[in-house]
């Protein structure tokens, strides 16, 4: 009975905390406030616990289920490919099982779909050398340093990206060069990413909402869970009605937004690891 009145607790807890308006955590300046930060992290904390609490299975089920997903793909889908992120990966069948909260038959629809986007889109083939030309824009990278935390830190520096002189599918692909790298840095297998979203100088010709939902579709279907927090630094006034169109797009994920100013970004690092500019 404890542990029964103890899930009801945290799951009434959470509903309740999410269920309070969130203005200030996603734009307004008040987010930076004590409170706003207290908040924001018992939020996390509580969903956190919540999310553990409901998607257990001890090791022995995990495995019964990967297997079971790997034998019906076999059967399902042999035309897909195998090895590292292929239909017999069983990380990566276990990854999109919690996920899916071990729903076998949701986790085999995503999976199948990120299998074949990642045959579609050529991720394989693209490399150092392929996206060179983009990278010099200097538009978004990957940190040398971890934060805090461990997490593999991505940088957007949204005052370069302008969508009128760069092409959307260098772009994308800069974005995927970035994430696998990323990927790569991972310390744990339950790890994931930091973004950062410079926005010191953003005006409307950096505005791209094609990019925008490109990329929400690239963490919500093919990395999910992947993308641990995103700050989005010194948001100005212009970026609001922005931030108004795209934020309905990320659903659930508007709640991994912290709106913050540089010094904040500090805090996430020990003083010389910080990203160039903070």
Not at 18 to 33: A, D, G, K
Not at 60 to 73: F, G, M, R, T
Not at 138 to 146: E, Q, S, T, V
Request: net charge positive; proline share 6%.
């Amino acid at each position: 009975m404890c542990g029964c009145n103890g899930n009801f607790l945290l799951s009434s807890m959470a509903v309740c905390l999410l269920s309070l308006p969130f203005r200030h955590v996603t734009f307004s300046p008040l987010h930076s406030n004590s409170y706003g930060n207290y908040r924001y992290r018992k939020t996390r904390q509580i969903c956190k616990a919540f999310s553990k609490n409901h998607l257990s299975l001890d090791l022995l089920e995990q495995s019964k289920l990967v297997l079971d997903v790997k034998e019906k793909l076999q059967r399902q889908w042999p035309e897909l490919p195998v090895g590292k992120k292929g239909r017999d990966d069983e990380e990566m069948i276990l990854w999109f099982l919690k996920d899916r909260r071990f729903n076998a038959d949701d986790a085999i629809t995503k999976l199948t779909k990120a299998i074949m986007w990642r045959q579609e889109f050529r991720v394989s083939n693209i490399s150092e050398e392929t996206v060179k030309d983009i990278t010099s824009t200097g538009k978004a990278y990957l940190h040398d340093y971890p934060d805090l935390n461990g997490r593999p830190v991505l940088v957007v520096v949204a005052a370069k990206h302008i969508p009128a002189k760069h092409d959307l599918t260098e772009s994308e692909k800069l974005c995927i060069y970035l994430i696998e790298k990323a990927m790569e840095r991972l310390s744990t297998e339950e790890g994931n990413i930091l973004g950062i979203f410079d926005l010191r100088g953003f005006g409307t010709e950096n505005a791209d909402l094609a990019f925008m939902k490109f990329l929400i579709d690239v963490f919500y279907y093919y990395y999910p869970r992947r993308l641990g927090e995103v700050l989005f630094v010194d948001a100005p006034f212009l970026f609001k009605p922005f931030w108004q169109i795209v934020k309905p797009l990320l659903k659930s994920y508007a709640n991994l937004v912290r709106f913050c100013k540089p010094e904040t970004v500090r805090e996430y690092f020990s003083p010389p690891t910080a990203p160039p500019g903070f």
